[in-house]
C-alpha cells in the first residue's frame, strides 16, 4: 500500500510533531540535562540535529487471547491473554474482558513474542534494487568518517523494509560499512513507513558509532598505499583520533563552564566527543577474540564503554571479558569461513557467550536474514542444546528481543512483553522457533501494521507500485 493510502485508510502514519519537544526528549533519554555541562555536551555532539518526528495515532486497543506468551523476560506463559492500550501493554493475565471497539485476536494455537529487534542491518543504504548508484553504506574517503551520519544515506522507499516486517521485525539498526576505523553514526529506526527517515526514526533512542577492526580498514586503506595497513596500524589510528577527540571534547566542556567564545565545530570530533560524554554508543564490527580484547583496552585508556561487538565469530574466546566488561556480542548462528578472520567459529558461540553471562543475540547483517532471525535464533539456540547447555525457548528469545534492545540502549522502551512498555508485538501461528512458523500479525506501538491475512494491512512503498501493477502481482 501506498504511504498516502496509510493515511486514508485509517493505518498508522508518521506526523510531525515539534521538534524543540523531541530535541529535549532526546537530551532527557541520553542523560543530557539543563545543566552547564549538559549543555556542553548538547553542544559538542549535537544530539537535537535532525530530531525524530516519528509518531503513531492510536485507533482501537487491540486484546489477543489465550496465547502462549514469550515475555522476553525468561517467562513462558500459555494460555494467557496480552492487553494493547495507547501504544503500550497494558495487561498480561488470564480472562481479561475486551474493552469497547478492542479488535480481538484469537490466540488458540498461537504464539506471541516481542517484536525481533535487528542491531545490524544496512537497509535503505544497500536497498533493492542493487544497483551501484544506489549503494550508499560505506564512505570509503578515509579512515575515519565520524562526521558521516548513515540516516542522511537512508532510501525509506527500500522495498526490503516491508519485507522484515513481515519476519516480525519491529526495530533496526541502521549501520554505516566496515571499511572505515570510524565509519560515522548509526540510526535506530522503527519499522514503518515514512516519506523520511526522521518519520521512522526510535524516539529517544541514543545514536551509534560505528567502528571496524581487522581486515576491512587495513585493506582498504593498506590497497591504497595509506595507513592503516596492518593491525597495529588500526589500533595507532584508533588512539590517535581519540586523543584528539578527548581534548576536543575538554575545549568544550571549558567553554560550558567558562563562557566565552565558543570552540569551533568539527562534525568528526563531534561524534567521537559525544561516545566519551557517554551518550553515542559505540558498535564494533570484530571478528577475532585477541582483537576484542585489544578494543576493550583501547576504551578503558580513553574511558568510553563499548556498547555491542558485531559478527564477533571468536566471541566465544572472550565470553568472560565481554561480561567482565559489560559489552554485548552480536552473532551469526552459523555464517563464517568467508575470510580469514571469520574462519574460526564454533555454532555454539552465542550459546557459550550467553552461559558465560554475557549480554548476547543474533544479528542478520543481511537484507535475506533480516526475514528470518527467528530461524537464525532457533539454530543458535539448538546449536547450545548439542553442546550441553540448558536453554529453552523463553530464554532463547531474549536473543532477538531483550538483549538487542540493551545494545542499543533502549530495552527500557523494548524488547520485552511487560507493562508500560511500548507494544511492539508478533503474534505467530505457532512455536516461533519452527521453520514452519510465520509471522502473521505484527504490531507496532499498538497500531497493526502487518497482516498475513489481509493484504491492505501489508505496507508497500511508493517505489514498488509500478512494478507490482505491471507483474500484476506481488512476487
Known amino acids: 500500500m501506498q504511504l498516502h493510502a496509510l493515511c486514508r485508510g485509517g493505518l498508522p502514519s508518521p506526523r510531525a510533531i515539534a521538534a524543540a519537544l523531541t530535541a529535549a526528549f532526546l537530551l532527557t533519554g541520553c542523560g543530557g540535562d539543563d545543566t552547564a555541562a549538559g549543555k556542553g555536551a548538547a553542544d559538542f555532539a549535537r544530539l537535537d540535529a535532525f530530531p525524530s518526528t516519528y509518531s503513531i495515532e492510536q485507533s482501537r486497543p487491540v486484546l489477543i487471547t489465550g496465547a502462549t506468551l514469550l515475555t522476553g523476560t525468561g517467562e513462558m506463559l500459555e494460555n494467557t491473554d496480552l492487553l494493547l492500550e495507547d501504544g503500550k501493554i497494558a495487561r498480561i493475565d488470564d480472562g481479561l474482558k475486551a474493552p469497547r471497539d478492542a479488535l480481538v485476536v484469537n490466540g488458540e494455537g498461537k504464539w506471541v513474542t516481542p517484536g525481533i529487534i535487528d542491531v545490524h542491518s544496512h537497509l535503505g543504504n544497500y536497498p533493492a534494487p542493487a544497483i551501484e548508484s544506489s549503494q550508499d553504506g560505506n564512505e570509503m574517503t578515509a579512515p575515519n568518517t565520524a562526521e558521516v551520519w548513515t540516516e542522511h544515506s537512508v532510501w525509506t522507499q527500500d522495498p526490503q523494509f516491508s519485507l522484515a516486517l513481515a519476519g516480525g521485525v519491529t526495530t533496526l539498526q541502521i549501520l554505516p560499512g566496515s571499511a572505515n576505523l570510524f565509519g560515522g553514526r548509526s540510526v535506530t529506526l522503527k519499522n514503518v513507513p515514512g516519506r523520511r527517515v526522521q518519520d521512522m526514526k526510535f524516539p ?212 520485552s512483553l511487560e507493562k508500560g512498555k511500548m507494544a511492539d508485538v508478533v503474534v505467530w501461528s505457532g512455536n516461533p522457533f519452527s521453520v514452519y512458523t510465520q509471522a502473521e500479525k505484527v504490531f507496532i506501538d499498538g497500531e497493526l501494521m502487518y497482516d498475513r491475512d489481509d493484504p491492505a494491512r501489508q505496507p508497500r512503498s511508493d517505489f514498488e507500485l509500478g512494478i507490482i501493477e505491471a507483474e500484476g502481482e506481488r512476487l
Open 204 to 415: 529517544g533512542a541514543p545514536y551509534g558509532l560505528k567502528m571496524a577492526c581487522g581486515e576491512n580498514p587495513k585493506r582498504v586503506y593498506g590497497g591504497k598505499g595509506q595507513a592503516p595497513s596492518t593491525r597495529m596500524g588500526n589500533v595507532a589510528g584508533y588512539r590517535k583520533a581519540w586523543n584528539a577527540a578527548s581534548k576536543y571534547k575538554e575545549k568544550w566542556e571549558k567553554y560550558a563552564e567558562n563562557g566565552g567564545e565558543p570552540p569551533e565545530r568539527d562534525l568528526e570530533m563531534e561524534t567521537l566527543a559525544g561516545v566519551l560524554n557517554g551518550d553515542i554508543l559505540v558498535h564494533n564490527h570484530c571478528y577475532r577474540g585477541e582483537e576484542m580484547a585489544v578494543m576493550m583496552d583501547v576504551a578503558k585508556e580513553f574511558d568510553f564503554q563499548i556498547s555491542t561487538f558485531h559478527h564477533a565469530v571468536e566471541a566465544y574466546k572472550v565470553a568472560d571479558l565481554l561480561a567482565e566488561n559489560n559489552v554485548c556480542a552480536a552473532m551469526w548462528a552459523d555464517w563464517w569461513g568467508f575470510k580469514h578472520e571469520a574462519f574460526d567459529m564454533t555454532e555454539a558461540n552465542i550459546a557459550i557467550v550467553d552461559q558465560a553471562r554475557a549480554c548476547a543475540m543474533i544479528h542478520s547483517d543481511s537484507a535475506v536474514g533480516i526475514q528470518h532471525l527467528n530461524e537464525e535464533t532457533a539454530k543458535a539456540m539448538v546449536a547450545g542444546q548439542r553442546a550441553g547447555f540448558d536453554i529453552g525457548p523463553e530464554h532463547a528469545v531474549t536473543w532477538m528481543t531483550l538483549n538487542p534492545a540493551k545494545a542499543l540502549g533502549i530495552a527500557g522502551q523494548t524488547g
